[in-house]
């Protein structure tokens, strides 16, 4: 029997309940209902994720990365102060390694400034007042806003939000769309819905291709793993970053606290074959084979990027002692610590532009008919999330329902 609904979101992350949340505060008649495969929310990108509250100085100025993700860091702290969750105010410094990245540090400040964003370059030799255990080359960029929390927990908030706005959620249901005429529908007879929003993270571009949205891209997902050690073994008081690389959308190894004070070096990004891949060498299935080939072939052919030097700067950082090695031309005394642990990895999924080669540094939206897909939103995704959900709210789905 189907269920009739306004709204159908395929998703339970942080942008499906994002875009629930905004739905409900905007029409608080609407019937919503998110369909979730899993049993709970947050098992995969939303609840993996490295919890840090982004400032917004990474992204181009035109981008709807940089339109959101400062206005995201403010929202997010906003929801967690009133479901009392733990903000840890860590801040964040940028540190150079040599004499070329001096320039690309200060083009980073720029760009935060351009977007609104809180920062400021410093002399080397004010590093010591910030974090101590860090060093740099020349000099080094402060970032004030950036900050640590739960991700588990911040779903878990989204979640009881959209609840209590009068949405539902339906677990352990699995939505496939199809198209006749203008018209999606749900073809696996469960939801009679006016409108369908495709929030599903890295399944999003295997559902849209169905209905022949989105055809010109491919993912490839990139897995993330990390180490981890008490704050005790190495008392930072600062997240440490690297200056990112120039032409790939990675942020390189780097030091992150967690609430449950620890320390994290990491992550890898390793190109893989599955979208729920949590280990190297298993958890894939053929379709995600193919895709992953797709993409990882346009990769290759495209002079965008240079992937040669992902896979072989990645690939040695799964060894343990050479990804300490690597974190220590951040922080020294990690070369010290005796005992590591592995962390639960992440996956990131990269879209691909299949005719450029281009890697997605943007989040992607697209509409067709009466339905919107979010095909890329990875990060910052979560720190971006409420309002990147009102505008896809306001920009795509109340139009097409008034």
């Known amino acids: 029997m189907f269920q009739k609904c306004d709204v159908l979101i395929l998703g339970a992350g942080v942008i499906g309940l994002s875009i629930g949340i905004s739905l409900l505060k905007s029409r608080s008649n609407l019937k919503v209902i998110i369909a979730e495969k899993e049993s709970s929310v947050?098992?995969?990108?939303?609840?993996?994720?490295?919890?840090?509250?982004?400032?917004?100085?990474?992204?181009?100025?035109?981008?709807?990365?940089?339109?959101f993700c400062r206005e995201g860091n403010f929202e997010l702290r906003n929801l967690a102060k009133y479901h009392n969750i733990e903000v840890r105010e860590v801040g964040k410094v940028v540190v150079t390694r040599n004499e070329s990245e001096i320039q690309r540090l200060h083009a980073l400040c720029e760009r935060g400034i351009k977007n609104g964003v809180e920062v400021e370059i410093k002399d080397a030799s004010q590093l010591h007042k910030f974090e101590p255990l860090a060093i740099t080359h020349n000099s080094f960029l402060w970032s004030p806003t950036t900050a640590v929390c739960n991700p588990t927990q911040i779903i878990e908030a989204l979640f009881k939000d959209f609840l209590s706005l009068g949405g539902r959620i339906d677990f352990d249901s699995n939505v496939s769309l199809s198209e006749l005429g203008d018209e999606i529908y749900d073809d696996s007879n469960q939801y009679d819905a006016k409108y369908f929003v495709n929030a599903a993270g890295a399944q999003a571009d295997r559902i849209s291709r169905k209905v022949g949205v989105g055809t010109e891209y491919a993912m490839v997902p990139f897995i993330g793993m990390y180490r981890t050690t008490e704050e005790s073994n190495l008392p930072l008081r600062r997240l440490v970053y690297p200056v990112p690389h120039p032409i790939n959308p990675f942020l390189g190894v780097h030091f992150t606290l967690t609430i449950d004070k620890k320390v994290k070096i990491g992550p890898t990004a390793i190109p893989i074959f599955g979208r729920e891949q949590y280990s190297l060498f298993g958890g894939w299935s053929g379709s995600d084979l193919i895709q992953s080939l797709k993409g990882i072939k346009s990769l290759?052919?495209?002079?965008?990027?240079?992937?040669?030097?992902?896979?072989?700067?990645?690939?040695?950082?799964?060894?343990?002692?050479?990804?300490?090695?690597?974190?220590?031309?951040?922080?020294?005394?990690?070369l010290g610590v005796k005992k590591w642990y592995r962390k639960p990895p992440g996956i990131r999924a990269q879209l691909i532009h299949l005719p450029s080669g281009l890697l997605e540094q943007d989040f992607v939206v697209r509409s067709s008919g009466n339905a919107t897909h979010v095909l890329n939103a990875v990060s910052p995704g979560w720190t971006s999330s409420l309002p990147f959900g009102r505008f896809i709210t306001s920009e795509y789905i109340l139009p097409k329902l008034y």
């Open 300 to 334: 290759v052919r495209g002079d965008a990027h240079d992937f040669g030097s992902i896979l072989k700067s990645e690939w040695p950082k799964i060894i343990q002692p050479l990804l300490v090695k690597k974190s220590a031309e951040l922080v020294p005394t990690a």
């Open 42 to 67: 947050g098992l995969h990108a939303s609840g993996r994720n490295s919890g840090v509250l982004h400032a917004g100085f990474y992204y181009s100025p035109d981008s709807l990365k940089a339109k």
